[in-house]
């Protein structure tokens, strides 16, 4: 597929079932909209599957969705600012990596992950809680994260890791957008050249010893 590199940033939310990772990127959606950015919330192709077959994928189905997943994201990103993701297709292919001990989508699925502009990946620290078919178990979150930690390291794309419990997980993930959506500002001030210059308060008084010491501009 196409990058989207060119086109709007990409916010993807990843990690393992029952980490908050839907209601973490509405609760960013309903923030950043209200500031009055152009956001697309993106959300799950695999949920959309299920509810739509009433049954999870088999194996032969996997990169069909991992497929559908990317698409929407570039599409997303060819109409807005920024695109928060509920997911990827690294997660389609960590699942058929643990479940149908399939690795052949990680290729495709770690170059389409690579192109994104930040990755927050949810913790553990909430309790699991059933959803539906789209839910193996608790006993499967530990393999999936580490799954996951893995196939980032592949890409070499950087990531930060949200933790905490409600507002405050929110919050951290916030911080980290914000970070990313500051970026070109922090980039055009630190091209200006002077990034401080110091003036005594006695600038004007000649018996001030500081007047007479050379003012220098930092480079």
């Not at 290729?107 to 309790?127: F, I, N």
């Not at 994260?145 to 951290?172: C, E, I, K, N």
């Amino acid at each position: 597929m196409a990058g989207f590199q060119s086109m709007g940033q990409v916010v993807a939310i990843v990690g393992a079932e029952s980490t908050g990772k839907s209601t973490l990127a509405r609760e960013l959606n309903r923030v950043l909209t209200a500031r009055g950015l152009s956001v697309a919330l993106v959300t799950e192709a695999l949920r959309d599957f299920c509810d739509q077959h009433g049954r999870t994928p088999r194996a032969d189905e996997q990169a069909a969705i991992a497929a559908e997943q990317s698409r929407r994201i570039q599409e997303a990103a060819a109409a807005h600012a920024l695109v928060l993701a509920d997911t990827t297709a690294l997660m389609i292919a960590v699942y058929s990596d643990l479940i149908f001990q399939d690795t052949s989508l990680y290729a495709q699925a770690e170059r389409d992950h690579a192109q994104v502009s930040m990755t927050l990946l949810t913790a553990l620290d909430l309790p699991w809680e059933r959803d539906g078919l789209i839910r193996d178990g608790p006993h499967i979150r530990i393999p999936v994260d580490t799954l996951v930690r893995q196939a980032l390291h592949r890409t070499g794309a950087p990531y930060a890791v949200v933790a905490g419990v409600g507002v405050a997980r929110v919050q951290r993930a916030l911080e980290a957008v914000e970070q990313l959506l500051d970026a070109p500002a922090r980039q055009a001030r630190a091209g200006q050249g002077t990034r401080w210059r110091w003036f005594c308060e006695n600038c004007d008084d000649g018996e001030c010893e500081q007047h007479w010491l050379p003012r220098t501009t930092l480079p």
